[in-house]
Structures are given as structure tokens and as C-alpha cells.
């Protein structure tokens, strides 16, 4: 499965953006997806992420309660709504595609990211 992110930008802190990962391929419902994060000099990290069915969703310590993940078998679709950006959320965000679940060992397609910026 191919997978192009969309959405990132420049935010006030405080403010909200939606992150967008659109997939190719008629077996996108077959996939858990996630969100990873990279920010400059640190390794990547889990965000949040979502089965198959869309009926379990996990978050990071750091996002749970602002961020929501949520998908869209039928548009081949899943998405991160994230409010009340802090500048600590700064970083490329990275779309992960997983047959089993996801962690960072265990994704099978990435995305090749989008900056989310948040000015304090």
C-alpha cells in the first residue's frame, strides 16, 4: 500500500490542524494505520493508531486527549485531528500502514511526511 500525507502546516499553539493520509490499493481496509512523529535530532516516535476495523485506537502519553485518529475504509482514508497544538508538537508526521500492528518495527509502508509546525 502507497501512502501520501497531507495537511501539515504552521499553527499558533493552542490551535488546531488535521492531519490527512490518503492510501492506494483495494486492501487498505486490511491494514492497522498509525501516526508517527520525527522531530530534528530525535528519533521517531508513535503517536497514535488505529485497527483495521476502526473500532480500537491507542495514543502516546503526550497526545492522548488532544489528538484523534480516526479512518475511512471506504475512501481509503485515515486521518489525526490534533488540538491544542503545543510547540513540543512540532515535527514530521508519518503516515504507517502495518498488516499486524503498529509499531515503529512493524510497519510495512510509510508515508513520506508532512511538517506540522507550532510557533509558541
Known amino acids: 500500500v502507497q501512502l501520501v500525507e497531507s495537511g501539515g502546516g504552521l499553527v499558533q499553539a493552542g490551535g488546531s490542524l488535521r492531519l490527512s493520509c490518503a492510501a492506494s490499493?483495494?486492501?487498505?481496509?486490511?491494514?492497522?494505520m498509525g501516526w508517527f512523529r520525527q522531530a530534528p535530532g530525535k528519533e521517531r516516535e508513535f503517536v497514535a493508531a488505529?485497527?483495521?476495523?476502526?473500532?480500537?485506537?491507542s495514543y502516546a502519553d503526550s497526545v492522548k486527549g488532544r489528538f484523534t485518529i480516526f479512518r475511512d475504509n471506504a475512501k481509503n482514508t485515515v486521518n489525526l485531528q490534533m488540538n491544542s497544538l503545543k510547540p513540543e508538537d512540532t515535527a514530521v508526521y508519518y503516515c504507517?500502514?502495518?498488516?499486524?500492528?503498529?509499531?515503529?518495527?512493524?510497519?510495512?509502508?510509510w508515508g513520506q511526511g508532512t511538517q506540522v509546525t507550532v510557533s509558541s
Open positions: 488505529i485497527t483495521w476495523s476502526g473500532d480500537g485506537t
Open positions: 490499493g483495494r486492501t487498505f481496509s486490511s491494514y492497522a
Open positions: 504507517a500502514a502495518s498488516r499486524t500492528i503498529v509499531t515503529r518495527y512493524t510497519v510495512d509502508s
